[in-house]
């Protein structure tokens, strides 16, 4: 059954998470954005603060409700935390008798995810899938997700670029977590709904100040998520998706939609999902070290299908139809899952403000005449 914890008691989850050994991971606001970063106590978390997004605009506005997750998703994900931007993988050091190879290990850490999304944790789950259990798994990533607890926030309020309910994906968190909380604010009472989805998140709970969780306390927390469900900024339309986008390679929105991209990569770095990587080899002036470097890659670059001979998709148009066919279509067959999750975050980071939901939709409708 679901249990109770006043706000003000937040604080006691922190720490007994802290307790435990874990480094604290959620929302905080900095440069004017909710980015992810160390929690140490309730009162560094977002209170008070709602996004206001929209194609290529986001911003941060102040209320008085105190809520602590009245925000959505913000440019961070956690894929940062499990698959980092920047990572060693070895050095390589010369010496008389010839070279040795010093891999860098993945730090093991205790971590715990403060605040994850429902849209999050399904793509927490699909690079899982990908990189643990695909066909070429990352030990790196597979160390990172070795010991973590999700505390999972069911959203209050929908932000202008959501569609998670067209994906399936949220607003409510209904698996992947060890606790998850409803954030329920009205005059003179403002508490949490927690429901514990493991036997870690039990232990947990039973280290916290709550109290069972009465009928219509738990009618209001399906009320919140119903009611944000229904207020999505966005929607998508999924039945023949992927059969529509695979058909129509050639449909003139493709073009369309290239006289506006900017091929900055920006969609794919805020992705939660996107997961493609390049290596890079460096030496020291005096070639008696070199190293080996993976970063994040984007396939909106010139280079990232670069072949012999050249680019394989050298136009604008060949890279956000790529992108966006793969995403939502060629992920199923590769993956058995669509690669967006509907966090809304390429539609709010693009600095021109092109709306997949929008350029899904066009392509497949029949050519206007003239």
Known sequence: MPVVLAAADLDALVQALAGRGYRVLGPVARDGAIVIDDVRRAADLPIGLEDVQGPGRYRLERREHGAFFAFTVGPHSWKQTFHVPVERLFQIRRHKEGFSVIPDEAPRQRIALLGARACEIHAIAIQDRILIHGEHPDPRY?????????????CMRAGGTCFCASMGTGPRAERGFDLALTELVEPGDHRFLVEIGSDDGAAVAAELPVRPANPEEIGAAASVSERTAAAMGRRLDTSGLKERLQKNLEHPRWDDV?????ACGNCTMVCPTCFCTEFEDTTDLAGETAERTKRWESCFTLGFSHVHGGSVRSSIKARYRQWLTHKLAGWHDQFGTSGCVGCGRCITWCPVGIDITEEAAAVGLPEKDG
């Open 142 to 154: 597979a160390a990172r997700r070795s010991d973590v607890f999700v505390v999972a926030v069911n």
């Open 258 to 262: 290239a006289t506006r991209c900017l």
